[in-house]
């Protein structure tokens, strides 16, 4: 069998059976010949074509961007998006702009194909940053978002952690962004002045939405679902930003705290917010254990000092993770950890789509839920202690210097690109 179908096939089967799923499910993906993650979670790809599958009415998909390899997992999720729509199901499929440039292929594909729209949306002439969510909404009755992007890569080759819920509740509430966005590219679409600044009519009204949902899990057991969103000055509620969810579960912190990052910052694209790290090292202040992992993607980057500056506090741990190479060849833009959740006292769990640098809380698209449940935080606790304690990870101190990983289009020397 050839390798890339005998992994597509372990992708499948660690999805365990589908009807045994319960109503909120952490899904992960763990990067092929590597330790990490928690093998009890089913796999992005499987979960991503069952939801799809079972689309009746509508099947609305926010992204940052789609990309897709020959013979790679995505393939089957653009597959399934394709008889969904000729099943008779509205598809409405929205990317940013920028990002649909680079990726233009597999988009245009899909909008060819009768019963799919495909917009595109800048974030930068309303908010000033981009289109980073990553969510779809599946007959206005369940969700799914993460740090999954719908790329082949993130399927995997990139250690990925997102959240399926099923609740209409919660659908309804993540589906006012979808629309505010549907509009926005629309009237982008429609309306540009002779510098490309956005001209666009008023968001569509708001619903009903949802500050906390309780689902019952199963048999004596409730998760508690709040969903947020990003950016401030571009969501039907501010009440539910993001950022500020996340502070109070920090503050809510009695003994831990564990996050696992992209990147990590209080500056950057001309944003400035110190309010998480101050929360963090207040967590740490009342004796709070604080650990944090960060891809190593950030070794050279000047953002690590505000990284090593927070780790040089009593009481706040960093490292950063290492997901090795593979063994098929050089994978770019690969091989990271890129996870974005946080786990509160082995109770909260916060999982969403935002690396945490100022830009991505006030001027990008993102989504999350906090999730209050103890089976699910400490399901998201096992992913962290294996990033934790991985092979090759490296304590971050103030001061000290990281040798840099490749991760751009270029191999490193004597490397060679997967494909070519």
């Not at 799914?144 to 959240?163: K, P, T």
């Not at 509430?173 to 505010?180: P, Y």
Request: charge should be positive; aromatic fraction near 8%.
């Amino acid at each position: 069998m050839p390798l890339r179908r005998l992994l597509a096939l372990t992708l499948a089967l660690q999805a365990g059976p589908a009807l045994a799923a319960p109503p909120v499910q952490l899904v992960e993906t763990r990067p092929v010949e590597s330790a990490l993650g928690n093998s009890a979670l089913p796999a992005a790809q499987p979960v991503w074509i069952e939801m799809i599958g079972a689309a009746r009415k509508s099947l609305d998909i926010e992204q940052f961007y789609l990309s897709t390899w020959p013979g790679e997992p995505m393939e089957g999720v653009i597959d399934a998006i394709g008889a969904a729509a000729k099943r008779g199901v509205r598809v409405r499929l929205l990317l940013d702009q920028r990002m649909r440039r680079t990726y233009p292929q597999p988009a245009e594909s899909l909008g060819a194909v009768p019963g799919i729209e495909v917009r595109s949306i800048s974030l930068g002439p309303i908010a000033g940053g981009i289109q980073h969510a990553k969510f779809f909404i599946v007959d206005g009755q369940e969700i799914f978002l993460g740090s999954q992007n719908f790329d082949w890569r993130a399927l995997e080759h990139i250690h990925e952690l997102g959240v399926r819920v099923r609740d209409a509740s919660v659908a309804q509430t993540l589906g006012e962004a979808f629309e505010w966005d549907w509009a926005a590219a629309r009237d982008q679409a429609a309306g540009r002045d002779s510098t490309g600044a956005r001209v666009r009519s008023s968001p569509p009204k708001a619903g009903r939405r949802a500050a906390m949902v309780r689902i019952a899990q199963a048999a004596g057991d409730t998760v508690e679902v709040w969903p947020s969103y990003t950016p401030k000055s571009f969501i039907p509620d501010t009440a539910l930003w993001d950022r500020d969810a996340i502070v109070r579960a920090l503050d809510a912190a009695r003994r831990e705290v564990v996050v696992q990052l992209l990147t990590y910052s209080i500056g950057g694209h001309g944003d400035r917010d110190s309010t998480i790290d101050a929360a963090l090292r207040r967590a740490a202040g009342r004796g709070v254990r604080v650990r944090l992992v960060v891809s190593d993607w950030e070794a050279d980057n000047p953002r690590i000092n505000d990284l090593q500056s927070l780790a040089g506090t009593p009481g706040v741990e960093a490292r950063l993770s290492t997901v090795p190479e593979w063994s098929g060849g050089y994978i770019p833009f690969a091989r990271v950890e890129h996870c974005k959740y946080m786990v509160v006292d082995s109770l909260w769990t916060w999982v969403g789509t935002d690396n945490w640098e100022p830009g991505y809380f006030h001027g990008t698209r993102n989504v999350a839920v906090t999730l209050r449940n103890r089976a699910i935080a400490l399901e998201a606790r096992k992913i962290f202690e294996a990033s934790w304690n991985a092979t090759g990870n490296r304590v971050v101190k103030p001061g000290e210097k990281y040798e840099r990983k490749a991760h751009g289009a270029t191999p490193p020397a004597g490397k060679t690109a997967y494909g070519k």
